[in-house]
């Protein structure tokens, strides 16, 4: 009897410690929980939205609402507006008016060729045809995207090609940049990606963006002081250069398998990337793609 005691003690301790590690598992998955409810809570409403059935009026919580011809409830929002001009409009719509339905007006008003809508803060494109229900909290920039020549040396091809070539690489870093933002920190935020698949999928994927930007600043300071004889710019793109698009294609293969596992295994994580894409033109894994596929 005396040495089972021991024995009795031992499986004690070993089964309380297995407990306090499964409570601090639940403890942080419903702590992400409830990260992603008070800090993305339209998640949820994109997740579940179609389990209600057809003929079920969505409930209101908040805000002005009317009735579709369905019988569907059209919650009213309001979308805080950056128009070209940069003054703040305040804009309100029906949950199922889209981005583009919504600033029809901001685009006439400002004869916008092209009309480019993008998140405040990350700069990451919007869908022009996501409902405004998605953009709910965020500031939407509306400007031209439609490439306009300075003509300043309109007659060399090699400027006007060079000053193209600034245009897009431009619009691209910006979309490379914007991951971090858009998806990298609210889900580090979330405790959804550990710091390990943080630093994987986001770490090379920003340097890559970094030396672009640095790139593009010296050919812009070359274009500033253009002889039509002389001026080169190959040489900007150095060994240097090419050596970070070598490091992001040894990582890119890993960073596309986690995204994989983590779509497979991570419902807080396909949640949170259906809720973002629902408002963004360009999901994680086009993003990550974008240095090692071919240009269009």
Not at 107 to 127: K, T
Not at 273 to 296: E, F, M, Y
């Amino acid at each position: 009897m005396e040495d089972s005691c021991p024995l009795n003690n031992v499986a004690q301790q070993a089964e309380a410690q297995r407990f306090r590690k499964q409570s601090k598992k639940i403890g942080r998955k419903l702590s992400r929980r409830l990260s992603l409810i008070t800090k993305v809570p339209n998640i949820f409403n994109v997740k579940f939205a179609g389990s209600e059935s057809p003929s079920t009026p969505h409930k209101i919580v908040h805000g002005v609402s009317a009735a579709a011809a369905d019988g569907t409830i059209l919650q009213a929002h309001e979308i805080t507006v950056i128009a070209p001009d940069k003054t703040q409009r305040l804009m309100t719509g029906s949950s199922d008016q889209t981005i583009k339905q919504l600033l029809a007006g901001l685009v006439f008003e400002f004869s916008l060729e092209l009309p480019g809508y993008y998140l405040g803060g990350s700069l990451a494109e919007i869908d022009e045809n996501s409902t405004i229900d998605f953009l709910v909290g965020d500031i939407v920039i509306v400007q031209e995207d439609q490439f306009h020549s300075d003509q300043k040396h309109e007659n060399d091809g090699r400027y006007c090609l060079t000053e193209k070539f600034i245009y897009d690489e431009m619009a691209y870093i910006t979309c490379l940049k914007s991951a971090k933002e858009l998806y990298g920190e609210p889900l580090r935020r979330m405790d959804i990606l550990s710091i390990e698949e943080y630093d994987l999928i986001f770490d090379k994927l920003l340097k890559v963006a970094d030396k672009c930007s640095q790139v593009v600043k010296e050919i812009q300071s070359d274009m500033e002081n253009w002889d039509p004889v002389f001026a080169q710019i190959g040489s900007l793109f150095s060994t240097n250069f090419w050596d970070h698009y070598n490091d992001y294609q040894d990582v890119h293969r890993h960073a596309k398998e986690l995204l994989r596992e983590k779509s497979a295994l991570d419902e807080d994580f396909v949640a949170f990337c259906v809720q973002r894409k629902g408002a963004a033109k360009n999901s994680l894994r086009h993003i990550i793609d974008l240095p090692v596929s071919a240009p269009s």
